[in-house]
């Protein structure tokens, strides 16, 4: 299978889930139920539930099984960019070429819709799931608690506004970067591992694979800033640049960007060497990773 | 013991525990932590907390078993006074006398400070208690997060907020505040009740309590914007009204909205009638949600 198809099919598996959870909303509060769809719905790849599906199935686990998990890393996703849209934050109109959801609607809406799309992500990974004892799905509601807060993503966002303007070093940027995207990451993949039945040596090695895909994801996120247009990328050119924003680009110059994109390639399929084919998934989202032009 | 001993009993035993939580933060993100710190230890009753506690010793449970649920119902809490005064919701400079958060740090610091507390609020639910099973800290997480989320508490952010400026029948007010304040006042409730063992009749008695408890609290908060002053209140005086809100006090006057606060107040206590001595503290409690002065 082409990974284009299995983006489709793992985009279509949770979209499903994730209209259901929205299906509904209390009188009187239905338009932040439609804010939250709109966020949700808008075109986004889907790249943490596939990390989630994938890892499940790298270990030979049923990616079924792995949904709800799937569903709540998306929505936590989801979340954090309506609030890094807003006005305070990168006060950005547009996302993948349409309104962002402050514009759409309103900023308190936004606000509203980002902090009960956190709460729904917790709320659906406690649904029952027919093959997970609660042990395992509590460990899930505190891998992704954990991904997602102080010491994970939204410490990603602190560290990345503290940093706006300030010169950064290497190590200041990767440290905000595992974060700010790569928590998340780790969280979607170490999930997919435990809901697959991981050993501790595939634990830890599929925690190897998550932070060099991570921090590459990020990478190959500074090279599309540089060279995309916006039209391509849907969001103002160089606008990372126009913010003096620490990049790699910008501090290991375009080559030296890409060399280590490739790098974090070749260690994220290192550490599947000892996984058989059922990883495939896992090694091709990786190369699409780095090699995606949008 | 007096209820305002058994108030700062609860108040101390939940504040050193979320002290712990917030003893430190990843490099780069200090201003986050303290500014989660700052909204956490803001001189809050802790009512929430408290009432987790005496669900819980209602039904002869142990107060320090209901501990992670206590500080994570005040979490939540935390959080949505946080975003509830961002300039784009109500706009308030003040909370208690002191500047609010977005006007102590900023706006950005204080959408990401909101965001963490509410993660930090279902992470720290996860950490293993001796007594409970899994299946018990599952049921607790859920409980939080659907009344935290867009069938709780951000949904009646989300009616209030399309209430400004329009007439609210009775009916919708209450409709409003169930889910404003309501879910989350029924969740801590439930939260302590589930630890403390309750049975489906003692459940169901402890769910009348809080949906009652919960709406006084609200009509309450009504009266005392109407007839504090600012000083005591430590808010701008008479807020709601001036943003034209509706509250009780204008729909049924200040006596009507007194004499529901106590109707409300005997419903709590006529659900309580069947538990022994060990529901002092919840019956207290509600005596004293309704005939605070501030």
Same mark, same amino acid.
């Given at each position: 299978m082409s990974i284009q198809r299995y983006l489709e099919i793992s985009q279509q598996r949770v979209d499903r889930h994730l209209q259901q959870l929205l299906a509904s909303a209390p009188v009187g509060a239905e338009r932040l139920r439609e804010a939250m769809a709109y966020s949700l719905f808008n075109?986004?790849?889907r790249v943490r539930p596939m990390l989630v599906f994938a890892s499940c199935e790298a270990l030979g686990g049923d990616p079924e099984q792995a949904l709800p998990a799937a569903a709540a890393v998306e929505l936590i996703h989801a979340y954090s960019l309506v609030h890094d849209d807003l006005p305070a934050m990168? +006060?950005? +109109?547009?996302?993948r070429g349409k309104p962002t959801c402050h514009i759409a609607y309103d900023e308190a809406t936004a606000i509203l819709a980002g902090d009960a799309l956190q709460a729904l992500a917790f709320e659906q990974l406690c649904q029952p799931v027919p093959t997970h004892n609660s042990g395992l799905q509590l460990q899930l509601v505190q891998l992704l608690a954990r991904g997602a807060g102080l010491y994970g993503m939204v410490a990603g966002q602190a560290i990345d506004l503290a940093a706006v303007g300030k010169p950064l070093g290497l190590d200041q940027l990767e440290q905000m970067h595992n974060h700010k995207t790569g928590a998340l990451i780790c969280a979607s993949v170490e999930m997919g591992a435990r809901i697959g039945g991981a050993s501790a040596d595939q634990l830890q090695r599929l925690q190897r694979y998550a932070r060099a895909v991570g921090l590459a994801f990020q990478v190959q996120d500074d090279i599309l800033d540089v060279e995309a247009d916006t039209e391509t990328l849907g969001k103002t050119q160089g606008a990372d640049q126009a913010l003096n924003k620490p990049t790699y680009p910008a501090l290991l110059g375009l080559e030296g960007a890409k060399h280590k994109a490739q790098t974090l390639l070749e260690e994220a399929l290192d550490a599947l060497?000892?996984?058989? +084919?059922?990883a495939s998934p896992l090694r091709e989202l990786a190369r699409y990773i780095v090699h995606r032009s949008h």
């Open positions: 075109g986004g790849k990168d +006060d950005d +109109d547009l996302r060497v000892p996984f058989n +084919d059922q």
